[in-house]
C-alpha cells in the first residue's frame, strides 16, 4: 500500500474533525476517477484493435469500415459512405479469380479473363502473362495495361468509371483524389498534411469522399446553362442579321447586340464599365480609358474574346496603350464576372454571354 493510501485510510479511521472527513473524501474520489481511466484506456485500445482487424460485425454502422488490400503500404483503414462501398464491392473492385480489376473500363472487363491456362494477354495482343500478375504492382505487359489499377507502368492509365475518362495511373494512390468516387484511391495513402499542393479548392485529400453526385449535378448545371444560352442567342440572331459576314461580329453577326450596351462590373478596389466595341474604363480616384474599340478573335470552339486595345497609354512599359480582353463564354445572359489586371495595363474580362453559345440545332443533334 502506498503511502497516501495509508494516510487516507488512516484518516478515514481515526476521530475525524469534519475538515479531516472532506479530505479523505477528495482523496477516495480522485483515487476513484483515475481507476476509471484506465479502465477506459484499455478498452478504447482493445476496440481498435477489434477495428483494425475489420471485422464484418463492425460494418453494420453509419459508415462501413474497408479492409485495404495494401501489402506493402501500412493498412490504414479509411471511413466510405455506404453506397460507396457497394459501388467498390458491385462495379469498382469487380474480382476476377483473385485479382481486382480497378481501373478497368466496365466494357473491357471481358478482355480481363484468364485463358483456360490461366494467362491474362496484353491488350495490344502480343504479350501474355500469369492471370495472378495483373494488377499485382508490378509492370509486365509493354502497353501497360495489366497494371490498370496500380501506378506500376509508367505508360498506364486508370479509368475512372462514372466520370468516364481515364487518368495516368501515376495518380493512383497518390492521396488526390482524382476520381469523383474515390476509386483511385483504394489504399487510403494519405498525403502529407503540410505538402505543398496546387492552390485549389478543387483538391481533395484522401481520404477520399464519394462526390459524384456533385460531379452529376455539375455536369447537368452546366449543360442546363447552355442550353439556355442557346435559345437566348436566337434573339442575338435575329439583331446581328444586318451584321452577318462583315466579320467582326461573329460569323453570324451574334455579337453585334453586345456593342449596343455597357456592363459594369465592382471589384474591392474599381469599377469597370466596359462597353464592348466602343470603350472601356476603370474608376477608382481617377477614372482611365483601359480600352476602345474591338476586334473579336477565336472561334466557337476554342472560344471569342473581343480585343480593345485602344485605352490610354500614360505609365505603361514601351507607351504601349492599355489593352482590354474580353474573354467570352457561352452563358443565359450578358454579364461581367471577372475583370483583373493580367499584365501591366492588360485587363483581362470574363464575359458571359449567349453569343458565344452554340446553336440550339447543333445542341439538338448531339
Ligand atoms: C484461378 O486461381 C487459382 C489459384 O490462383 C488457379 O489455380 C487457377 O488456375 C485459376 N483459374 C484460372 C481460370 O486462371
Ligand atoms: C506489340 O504490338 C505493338 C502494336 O500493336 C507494337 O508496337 C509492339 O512493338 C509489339 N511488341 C512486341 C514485343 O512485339
Ligand atoms: C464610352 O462609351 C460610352 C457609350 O458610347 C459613352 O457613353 C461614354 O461616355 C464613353 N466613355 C469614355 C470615357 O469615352
Request: hydrophobic content about 35%; aromatic content about 8%.
Amino acid at each position: 500500500m502506498d503511502a497516501p493510501t495509508q494516510r487516507h485510510l488512516r484518516l478515514m479511521g481515526g476521530r475525524s474533525n469534519p475538515f479531516q472527513t472532506l479530505i479523505a473524501l477528495f482523496v477516495t474520489a480522485v483515487f476513484f476517477m483515475m481507476f476509471q481511466a484506465s479502465i477506459l484506456k484499455n478498452l478504447q485500445r482493445s476496440q481498435l484493435r477489434l477495428l483494425n482487424s475489420g471485422s464484418e460485425q463492425h460494418n453494420k454502422g453509419k459508415y462501413t469500415k474497408l479492409d485495404m488490400m495494401a501489402m506493402d503500404a501500412p493498412r490504414i483503414a479509411r471511413e466510405v459512405n455506404p453506397k460507396f462501398a457497394q459501388k467498390v464491392i458491385k462495379e469498382i473492385g469487380i474480382k476476377v479469380n483473385g485479382t481486382i480489376l480497378r481501373g478497368v473500363m466496365k466494357a473491357h472487363r471481358k478482355f480481363y479473363v484468364p485463358s483456360k491456362n490461366g494467362l491474362f494477354t496484353c491488350l495490344n495482343g502480343n504479350q501474355t502473362i500469369p492471370w495472378n500478375a495483373v494488377n499485382n504492382n508490378y509492370c509486365d505487359c509493354a502497353d501497360g495495361t495489366d497494371e490498370p489499377g496500380t501506378s506500376a507502368c509508367k505508360n498506364g492509365r486508370f479509368y475512372c468509371e462514372p466520370e468516364h475518362q481515364y487518368m495516368p495511373s501515376s495518380r493512383v494512390n497518390d492521396g488526390i483524389c482524382d476520381c469523383c468516387d474515390g476509386s483511385d484511391e483504394w489504399k487510403g495513402v494519405t498525403v502529407a498534411p503540410d505538402l505543398k499542393l496546387p492552390v485549389s479548392d478543387e483538391v481533395r485529400r484522401a481520404p477520399c469522399m464519394d462526390v459524384c453526385m456533385d460531379y452529376e449535378h455539375t455536369k447537368m448545371r452546366e449543360l442546363n446553362i447552355v442550353k439556355e444560352g442557346a435559345e437566348a442567342k436566337q434573339a442575338y440572331l435575329v439583331d446581328g442579321a444586318q451584321h452577318v459576314g462583315d466579320g467582326n461580329f461573329g460569323p453570324n453577326g451574334e455579337f453585334y447586340r453586345l456593342s449596343l450596351d455597357c456592363y459594369i462590373f465592382k471589384s474591392p478596389g474599381y469599377i469597370y464599365e466596359i462597353c464592348p466595341y466602343v470603350n472601356s474604363t476603370q474608376s477608382g480616384k481617377d477614372v482611365w480609358l483601359i480600352g476602345a474599340g474591338g476586334k473579336l478573335e477565336g472561334s466557337l470552339e476554342e472560344g471569342y474574346r473581343l480585343v480593345m486595345p485602344d485605352g490610354r497609354g500614360d505609365h505603361c512599359p514601351q507607351g504601349r496603350k492599355r489593352t482590354t480582353i474580353l474573354n467570352f463564354k457561352c452563358g443565359p445572359i450578358d454579364k461581367v464576372k471577372y475583370v483583373s489586371e493580367k499584365e501591366v495595363c492588360v485587363y483581362s474580362a470574363k464575359f458571359d454571354t449567349p453569343a458565344a453559345c452554340p446553336d440550339l440545332n447543333t445542341l439538338e443533334a448531339t
